[in-house]
């Protein structure tokens, strides 16, 4: 049971069971926030076609070097005879025959290579069960992104080794600099997420009428999703229908719909507290969402049985229900494990 429906639990209401409804991230000042908000005049929404950003965090340890390799001869800037040379030593350096081939028209179209597990899958040597990412960037489809990482201040190497110049927080700690990645914050310890603060600024301009969150995971509790404001929604992959991720537990049998009554009552009571006003207006948000998720129409496209693919198929789910949900912006998590 998520923290949220413990609260209402302890101030007269019965178990919900909304398994979904907030992660265990939450605490009372939030709580505060949103009884204030929802007090306060909401801004109209700008009219704006609907945008999604999809996280696929990949949970472990990645050797970027080796995913995207310079693959010409320039000797002005680090070529593939460099990188061969470092990397050899430890035996890492990928062959330039098995690199997959990109170009890159903002460096004079010099030519790099991705890691050659980047292109296309075949299990079982002969059928293509996907491309791969390799063929999105030749389609336009794909951007990378490099020289990022976990940095208080840019360093030299003679900086680094410098006790006088910032560098992250436990630096040598996996599990900090997992954390880093996510809360965007490498000089010490932090505990929101860049993905929540996005959605503390966003939510009221964008999402005035939401009936949830903008954020979502479907990973589980995830700092990431944490804002100031934010109260994000963590829900089950696709093994999971959309008509059952907020559906209230316990309201089905010959008695629930008295229970229901009961509990609908006591939510009206004490609304001057902050806390249980705001409690009663996210279960209120829930219900909502409950009733517009219960006709969901299921996607088309075809997602692998695998976990990455069951919680993009829930992505895909609630981005066609956007509209339902009233939502035109939103946040997703998904996690890959296993690096």
């Known amino acids: 049971m998520t923290q949220d429906a413990n609260f209402l639990k302890k101030s007269g209401g019965c178990a919900l069971g909304m398994v979904a409804l907030a992660t265990q991230m939450q605490h009372l000042g939030l709580m505060t926030a949103m009884a204030q908000k929802t007090i306060d005049s909401q801004p109209d929404?700008?009219?704006?076609?609907?945008?999604?950003?999809?996280?696929?965090?990949?949970?472990?340890?990645?050797?970027g070097n080796n995913v995207v390799i310079p693959n010409h001869n320039d000797a002005t800037i680090s070529n593939y005879?460099?990188?061969?040379?470092?990397r050899n030593t430890q035996g890492l350096a990928l062959a330039q025959a098995s690199l997959l081939p990109i170009t890159v028209p903002r460096l004079g179209n010099l030519t790099y290579g991705l890691h050659p597990n980047l292109g296309p899958l075949t299990p079982n040597g002969t059928t293509i069960v996907n491309n791969g990412i390799h063929e999105l960037y030749g389609?336009?489809?794909?951007?990378?992104?490099?020289?990022?990482?976990?940095?208080?201040?840019?360093?030299?190497?003679?900086?680094?080794?410098?006790?006088?110049?910032?560098?992250?927080?436990?630096?040598?700690?996996?599990?900090?600099?997992?954390?880093?990645?996510?809360?965007?914050?490498?000089?010490?310890?932090?505990?929101?997420?860049?993905?929540?603060?996005?959605?503390?600024?966003?939510?009221?301009?964008?999402?005035?009428?939401?009936?949830?969150?903008?954020?979502?995971?479907?990973?589980?509790?995830?700092?990431?999703?944490?804002?100031?404001?934010?109260?994000?929604?963590?829900?089950a992959d696709a093994n999971t229908p959309l008509a059952n991720v907020l559906n209230p537990a316990g309201f089905t049998n010959s008695g629930g719909p008295a229970r229901l009554t009961a509990f609908n009552s006591l939510r009206t009571?004490?609304?001057?507290?902050?806390?249980?006003?705001?409690?009663?207006?996210?279960?209120?948000?829930?219900?909502?969402?409950?009733?517009?998720?219960?006709?969901?129409?299921?996607?088309?496209?075809?997602?692998?049985?695998?976990?990455?693919g069951r919680q993009l198929k829930q992505v895909a789910r609630l981005i066609k229900d956007s509209s339902q949900l009233s939502v035109n912006r939103q946040i997703f998590y998904v996690q890959l494990g296993s690096f």
């Open 45 to 63: 929404s700008p009219d704006l076609a609907y945008q999604a950003l999809v996280l696929v965090y990949w949970q472990g340890g990645c050797d």
């Open 81 to 86: 005879s460099v990188y061969s040379a470092a």
């Open 139 to 235: 389609q336009g489809k794909l951007a990378l992104v490099t020289n990022v990482g976990n940095l208080v201040q840019p360093l030299t190497k003679a900086q680094y080794q410098s006790s006088a110049f910032k560098k992250p927080y436990q630096l040598f700690s996996h599990s900090d600099q997992v954390t880093q990645s996510q809360t965007s914050n490498a000089a010490t310890q932090a505990f929101t997420g860049w993905g929540g603060r996005v959605s503390d600024k966003m939510t009221l301009a964008n999402n005035p009428s939401g009936l949830i969150p903008m954020i979502t995971s479907i990973a589980g509790s995830q700092l990431f999703t944490s804002g100031q404001t934010t109260l994000p929604l963590a829900v």
């Open 269 to 308: 009571q004490d609304l001057s507290s902050n806390y249980i006003a705001a409690a009663s207006h996210v279960t209120d948000l829930a219900m909502q969402a409950n009733t517009a998720l219960a006709t969901a129409q299921d996607v088309t496209t075809l997602f692998p049985a695998t976990s990455i």
